[in-house]
């Protein structure tokens, strides 16, 4: 797929910092249409902050970020959001009074120019019913379980209809049939054409659906590229895998 | 049209036949009695569905009021005065909006709350056309007679609560409702699925103003006379939470409900309890607020439909 590369998002030194934190440092990357990028790296690392970012919830100190040809280093997260660039959080963020129905139907609204609502709550259930959460239309969030919580997260960012997908950590919690069934999904994403960036501590899922790997430490890009090159960079290795993780790796070829 | 929207239409429409029963007081308790439900209304749309706690009222409600007064004074006929004082609210209370919705919580409370203070020395020490603390007198409207002039403006605040009560309606099944709803729930996710928080908040602020501020402009014609400690009086902030929370936060019914039985329990005790009044009051609101936590509108789904909230 990387042989036609087209460019849709790309980011140049950009650094952020929290009064004294250096949260990113000079991150230089970019991110071609159709691919999947998985974004790994230790705890802190700077993977939400990176997403944060370009989002323009935490806008860049310095450093550009272009979108879709635009500059879109200081626009406010809701433009960001009208541009085509959606977001699934780590930590869930339904509106939980609503139905699931209705969480999905305001992602619709409101990243639609002239949506009404009655077309939004129709245009939701298609969303609803491909995560598979069609029989919980009409349930509260709030009384949905994590798993559930997380594809209607899903089913939300998709319905702002986005041409970059960030999917911040959606297998965090989720136990191992789970973790299947989320993974089928971003397949079917990916191969529907969504440009994704996935933020996934778990490297079997990374791999399994990865197209290109990023590592961030310490606020820093310290690599990018195959998965199978970037799992045996000596420097991933430290700061991230651990020996253990490589030895294993090495051992099954 | 839906049945809570339709019973609040239904009890708007009875109390316009108050006239028919009641003499001067009832006619002015009754004056009253629509003045604290638009209140209350005004205050559920950036309250109660936007869930921002807004201290502000008394604000608008004395800056409405002194416009109007000073229009009136220069000789601008009462329609015209009242509509021009709802319109320089709403675009007072959108501006201020964008810069003071930026705070939450507990720290927006303070801030709206101390518009009321701003408002209040600005008029005070603008002597030249507000007469400072001194006041300010108002032409007499019609002088036909005082129970004319009270079935007047008893229409008048009538007429406003049933523009305010529809208005309400209209925004709460609206996008900006279910906007303004969504940023209740959770601001953060409201933004990232593209709505402009900003813009939505303010135009909410805007709408909860500027009734406040029309009905404002009814009262200093209705009264003749005002000043800055009488309209920027910080209870007219403090009562409509009173009512929406007595009423039942969000619901338009609830809080309309929650101002008429806050006023008739402020006559009642008063009447009965001159001493002691704002004691017996205070302790009944928060007899109130402890046994029915979601307010009157939640006596509804117990008593008469018993629907099951979370099935």
Request: hydrophobic share 50%; aromatic share 8%.
């Amino acid at each position: 797929m990387s042989e036609i590369r087209h460019e849709i998002l790309h980011l140049s030194n950009v650094s952020r910092h929290f009064s004294g934190l250096q949260a990113l440092r000079d991150v230089t990357i970019s991110v071609n249409k159709g691919e999947v990028l998985g974004l790994i790296g230790p705890n802190g690392a700077g993977k939400t902050t990176l997403v944060n970012t370009i989002c323009g919830v935490t806008p860049a100190s310095s450093g550009v970020v272009t979108f879709d040809g635009k500059d879109i280093t200081r626009v406010k997260t809701y433009q960001a959001a009208r541009l085509g660039l959606s977001r699934t959080f780590q930590i869930v963020q339904p509106f939980a009074e609503f139905t699931a129905l209705d969480n999905v139907a305001a992602a619709a609204l409101f990243s639609q120019p002239g949506e009404s609502l009655r077309s939004a709550r129709e245009e939701a259930r298609a969303h609803l019913a491909f995560v598979g959460l069609d029989a919980q239309a009409n349930q509260s969030a709030a009384t949905l379980t994590l798993a559930m919580r997380k594809r209607l997260e899903l089913a939300k960012a998709l319905a702002m209809k986005p041409k970059l997908l960030f999917l911040d950590e959606v297998n965090a919690g989720l136990n191992s049939a789970e973790v299947e069934r989320a993974t089928k999904l971003i397949h079917q994403l990916a191969a529907g054409g969504i440009t994704i960036v996935m933020i996934e501590h778990l490297m079997k899922v990374v791999l399994n659906v990865c197209t290109r790997i990023a590592v961030l430490h310490n606020g820093q890009l310290i690599a990018d590229g195959q998965p199978r090159d970037v799992i045996k960079n000596p420097a991933v290795v430290d700061a991230y895998l651990g020996q253990q993780y490589a030895q294993r790796n090495a051992a099954r070829g | 049209m839906t049945r809570v929207n339709l019973a609040l239409l239904i009890l708007i429409a009875c109390v316009a036949s108050l006239p028919l029963f009641g003499g001067a007081y009832a006619l002015r308790i009754g004056t009253i009695a629509c003045m604290y439900a638009i209140f209350a209304l005004s205050w559920n749309i950036v309250g109660g569905f936007a869930g921002y706690p807004s201290f502000a009222t008394a604000a608008f409600f004395g800056f409405g009021a002194y416009a109007t007064a000073i229009l009136l004074n220069k000789g601008v006929p009462l329609t015209v005065a009242v509509i021009g004082s709802l319109v320089m609210c709403f675009l007072l209370a959108a501006a201020l909006g964008t810069v003071l919705l930026r705070l939450r919580g507990h720290y927006f409370a303070i801030a709206s709350l101390s518009l009321v203070e701003v408002f209040r020395e600005l008029v005070n020490n603008a002597t030249d056309l507000t007469g400072g603390g001194m006041g300010l007198n108002i032409p007499l409207a019609s002088g036909s007679g005082i129970l004319a002039d009270a079935t007047f403006f008893f229409y008048a605040m009538w007429g406003l609560l049933l523009i305010t009560a529809a208005v309400v309606m209209i925004v709460s099944a609206s996008k900006l409702g279910f906007g303004l709803n969504c940023i209740r729930q959770n601001e953060t996710a409201s933004n990232m699925v593209g709505l402009n928080s900003t813009l939505y908040k303010s135009v909410a602020f805007g709408l909860s103003a500027c009734f406040v501020g029309a009905a404002g402009g009814i009262y200093a014609a209705w009264v003749h006379y005002i000043d800055p400690s009488d309209v920027f009086d910080i209870l007219y902030s403090v009562k409509p939470i009173v009512m929406a929370l007595m009423g039942g936060l969000g619901s338009p019914l609830g809080v309309f409900c929650g101002a008429f039985v806050y006023l008739g329990l402020e006559e009642v005790v008063w009447r009965n309890y001159i001493q002691i009044h704002s004691g017996v009051l205070g302790v009944l609101i928060i007899m109130l607020l402890l046994f029915l936590p979601h307010g009157l509108i939640s006596l509804r789904s117990g008593m008469f439909w018993r629907t099951a909230k979370h099935v």
